[in-house]
């Protein structure tokens, strides 16, 4: 359970709309962005310097990550066997994000970030996103600021750490080390160039507009808990009805008898669904063309894999060559919440993916991708709340997947809240559960998928 | 955590040393025994009936399982690349124990069950003991007692409920469904033929004496804890002064502080260690031969991998036939128990093994494997305690394996408490816990791996 000091501490931050600290968040990521120079272009994949293409497409030091071919058989979904690309990134990064309290209020400490693939290139970012290779310094770039903080931690108070999955549909077993580190009120922390410390609802209104927080800064964000033992105190409760829903919903459902009756459900699942999959050559995938420049699929679905070259002034380095992943545009996840029994609860899913470490997690209510489907018939269940009546609409925001792998790659973030009497026809694989439920789960480990926690983040 | 209630049940179950409902667990366990007729022979592995070996060795329904090669890579231990073969069984089983209260104690119903390689072919095993292609009765044997306690638990007190892994030395991430179910005390429980009730204690006292207790059956024990909040009451403490102490450590260290320190450390451990592992054909194996009979190690080391034929009058199907892994013999286990601060504690290693889900979980003391060494030089870290002095041993039991699917696999069980004043000099990798931590980390998921487990039953 999270420690309920936190809790509270965490709730009265996202009360807070503005700070001394950063008087103007969008201004700080404006003036970051136009400081530093960044360009991306298109280079043909099989003449990426410092790449080799063969069996797989892999960094000549070895390192980094490889693009590989899988085949995977399933009887989860509507199609029971294809091969396709994938991510390759077996190190365990760190995605950890440092907290302090300033002011009698919990600020945490934001980088604006340069990432290739995002759409608005400059994001709020995780005090420090680094994978192995970064921090032990592969390349030779700067170090990575702020890491001692998460690599020497044990005189620290560590308020979460674990290690979280990643876009399961992209990436074999990729996870990252998720961590939130708290410094003493006493202790001076630098704010280097390109960082400021933001309160919780300074991050709250940057991710309800979207493309400014960034996808390793949503899956730790997504660790917070409001849950404390008494309920929230009176000069804590949001004004925000809808807030005030989600507060509340964080202190229901955490208890070890609903997580075991949770984590049963999941095994009942996972033992209904099968998934093999196997690392091939890229040649021997079907159904997808191997060029010189791009790999795609032979009806242009799902995505492409493509080379690009970055030149960038605000980065480790200033420039670098890599393959990335571009998925079809207008991907969708949504989330439907109702409120029941007078608490809020939101509707999961398990779903398998193909590189999720233990087959399937809880993903949110509709993953909605247009390359997967043919035509209207091939939406998944539930996909018509995507265009739900306006008034129930809590959230619409596009955010960025991993824009140091994926390019252009934004996708649809929908949060719905269905009437208390509207009755939802879910198949078995979904269920209700409470955002207390969920947080207990995400600190066990891999229970919830990446999109699911960056739908929760966007709920904080 | 553990409900308490069943925490002081199992507790006073564990003094239970006899009862009426078998009087004689040595004597129920030989009269099964000979009441059947077993037969175990080795034939060639290109000529198995119903399997056909090629790239991988697999059943011709495509279920089961498989035997197949892969290559290893790793920073962990002496051996940095090797390929073997490995056991490759995807489906996920129920490993499931009924429980019940009967004249005020808690019983567990255990099935007498002959398991073609173990070294005493019939043993306790747990009351349902069967893979997903069993109970989905493939090859139409007769269906599983028992079988529908645990497929529809929704009304029913699921006490424990896991997946966990099971040998990944010798198993590509395999992992069982762990259950522990209660039946009201008003429930009437047809007792099959080959069934039994027998207490806790009386498990104990199988488990001392080694090769009584299958290894089916100690992964679902290894799920009970003592702990409870208040400690045991007075009627409740153990005569016996080491068992008092084991009973005293599963009360400490539970708290989620604790387990929140020790899943830091292990994330720690898992991004020093490196793990890459693919599936390749059985023939791309260096150092292996691949007979018609057998496939063996070129020095003989590690294991073999064998062709058996089985009749048995006491299974599903009385005759079939199989491959299985025979380990090189003389496996050792050992766990190292110390008082240190007024409780027990064991000190447990984070472990890299191939066929893990998630590249290392906590392991034993030590494993002592004479087939992985050339030489005493190579013995591993604190190996020296295997041979303690005798009046340091409080366990040394001979257990088997999986006798389903490992022939003569049988794992010498040591547990050595050495005094409070002896300093033990580990490595970085390996750390103290309780048995309540210990406990609260096997809820959570895969962090306790097989061996380590076994060797806690054997606590119990």
């Given at each position: 359970m999270p420690e309920p000091m936190f809790s509270r501490a965490f709730l009265a931050s996202s009360l807070a709309s503005d700070t001394a600290m950063t008087p103007d968040p969008d201004a700080f990521l404006k003036e970051r962005s136009a400081s530093a120079t960044h360009r991306v272009d298109e280079v043909p994949l099989n003449a990426l310097p410092g790449w080799r293409a063969d069996d797989a497409i892999v960094h000549d030091s070895g390192r980094f990550f490889s693009v590989e071919g899988v085949s995977v058989r399933t009887n989860f979904g509507p199609v029971p066997e294809w091969t396709q690309p994938i991510i390759v990134q077996p190190d365990i990064g760190i995605l950890g994000i440092l907290v302090k309290r300033i002011g009698g209020v919990h600020h945490f400490l934001m980088q604006a970030k340069m990432e290739p693939g995002n759409s608005d290139l400059v994001q709020y970012a995780a005090t420090v996103q680094a994978t192995q290779s970064n921090y032990e310094r592969v390349h030779g770039g700067r170090s990575t600021p702020y890491l001692d903080y998460f690599l020497e931690h044990a005189e620290r108070r560590v308020v979460f750490d674990q290690l979280l999955s990643e876009h399961g549909d992209w990436y074999l077993f990729k996870r990252n080390r998720n961590m939130i580190v708290e410094v003493p009120e006493d202790e001076d922390v630098p704010v280097a160039e390109d960082f400021t410390w933001l309160t919780l609802g300074q991050l709250r209104r940057q991710l309800q507009r979207g493309n400014r927080v960034n996808m390793n800064a949503r899956t730790v964000l997504s660790a917070i808990s409001y849950a404390t033992a008494d309920g929230p105190a009176a000069d804590d409760e949001p004004r925000d009805p809808f807030h005030r829903q989600v507060v509340e919903s964080h202190t229901v459902g955490g208890e070890d008898a609903e997580v075991s009756a949770a984590i049963t459900w999941l095994i009942d699942q996972k033992a209904k669904y099968t998934l093999d999959v196997r690392r091939i050559p890229?040649?021997?995938?079907?159904?997808?063309v191997r060029g010189t420049d791009v790999i795609r699929h032979l009806e242009d679905r799902y995505f492409r894999i493509v080379g690009t070259s970055v030149t960038a002034t605000s980065r480790e380095v200033s420039t670098w060559s890599q393959p990335m992943l571009e998925p079809t545009p207008g991907n969708v996840v949504a989330l439907l919440c109702q409120r029941q029994s007078g608490v809020l609860r939101v509707l999961v899913q398990a779903m398998v993916q193909p590189g999720l470490t233990d087959r399937l997690e809880l993903a949110g209510t509709v993953h909605l991708s247009p390359g997967r489907y043919t035509g209207p018939e091939d939406r998944p269940p539930l996909a018509d709340y995507v265009d739900a009546p306006e008034s129930w609409v809590r959230l619409d925001a596009s955010q960025s997947e991993d824009g140091g792998r994926f390019l252009r790659a934004d996708t649809r973030h929908l949060v719905v809240e269905v009437p208390e009497d509207h009755v939802v026809q879910a198949p078995d694989n979904y269920r209700w559960m409470t955002l207390g439920l969920l947080s207990r789960l995400m600190r066990a480990g891999y229970y919830v998928n990446i999109e699911a926690r960056s739908l929760i983040a966007c709920l904080l």
């Open positions: 890229l040649d021997d995938m079907h159904e997808w």
